[in-house]
């Protein structure tokens, strides 16, 4: 046989060969090509609660689920501990040095990185007058300073009165708070000098051995941390009205945030949003559930007088805002026109 007619007889052959081989070469690419498509953007995060708290499992339930669902795939989290893990005021440089990306921190403490924004749990108004008059954009530039992005809100106490005042001694009129020694975190302490009560410094794990032992008289905190604590069982009054809102935000590494496509930035947003929304009305529900279980436990519950009541509240206020003012100079009277409504 002639090349000629053995090139004729074997061509075909050779040529269904070589793109048999290239489709298998193609074949063989695709899976890797769409694994690393489907690779998923991983954000850690940490919290100074435990993750069996019921405000971490709602975040869980509200943000971190809105989130997987918004992002199709193209996020993941996971969730690298409570205070067994970071010491609640390291979380703030914990986050700006990326050893988390994200976290659910005490807006005070977070004060050590972000100027003034502690002030946010002054706030008179919603959360979605926060994000249109400018609050939340406020926020996150002091944020930035930083290192970090605000994400917005964890929770927040819509009637505005998420902290309360545990006793074991009744007051009832301003003399009364001269005589007291109040266990106070960096939310209350400003709020305690000023109603005259003398102050004594408190990790909330320390707050049920406190009242226990009689170290302090009382100590303003959220119902719902009070019950999950089992404090209400050492506890004889709560007085009323509360003051104050949530003092529990979200923030991110600000590398973290930057690195994210527009895309997933808004999926971020968006899942705050929900979960902000979310939270809220649990959290109204688990207050309810909480007062009625300080009430199971024998615990009275009174209304100070009108005048009283005014006072409390305004001092609360009033005190708190004198305080940022005395540290943050620059920040606070912008932050005090957002906080009470204003542009």
Partial sequence: MNKGKLFKSIGPILTGLFFLTLMIAVAGTQPAFAQQKAEAINLNWATFMPGSHPEVIGFNRGFISKALE????RLAFKFRGGPEAFAPVDLPKV?????????????????????GVGATILSRISVDEERKNGTYAYMDQLSNKGGLHYMGRHSMATDFQ?????LNKKVENPEDFKKLRLGTATAARAATEGWG????NLQM???YTALERNTVDGIPSPPTNWVSSGCQAVTKYMAQPGFYTSSLVVVMNLNTWNKLPQDLQEVINDAMRYSEKMLGEVYAEDKAKSIQKVREAKVEI?????????????TAYESAWAYQMKRFPKETPRLKTLLSGGK
């Fill in 70 to 73: 918004l992002s199709k795939g």
């Fill in 95 to 115: 986050t700006q040095s990326g050893i988390v990306d994200f976290a659910i921190i005490l807006a005070g403490i977070a004060e050590t990185t972000c100027p």
């Fill in 162 to 166: 998420f902290f309360h005042l545990f």
């Fill in 197 to 200: 009560a003398a102050p004594v």
């Fill in 205 to 207: 794990t320390d707050y």
């Fill in 302 to 314: 009174y209304d100070f007088s009108p005048d009283t009541a005014k006072w409390f509240v305004e």
